[in-house]
């Protein structure tokens, strides 16, 4: 049986082939990930967002 592991022995520097896929293929997390803003530089919201209304 196959697994969807990611990393040998939970060790991050050691990626099994599925998780070289995962993270460094051509459409992996590398190549589409974006820093989402809050992360940003020069981010100053410190206030939580306002809830949003649930339409019916």
Same mark, same amino acid.
């Given at each position: 049986m196959q697994y969807?592991?990611?990393?040998t022995n939970f060790d991050?520097?050691?990626?099994?082939?599925?998780?070289?896929r995962l993270?460094?293929?051509s459409n992996?997390?590398?190549a589409t990930a974006?820093? &989402?803003a809050v992360f940003s530089a020069g981010a100053t919201r410190t206030t939580p967002? &306002?809830?949003?209304?649930?339409?019916?």
């Open positions: 969807l592991d990611l990393v991050p520097g050691q990626l099994t082939s599925w998780g070289r993270f460094n293929g992996g997390i590398v974006k820093e &989402a967002p &306002a809830v949003p209304l649930l339409h019916h």
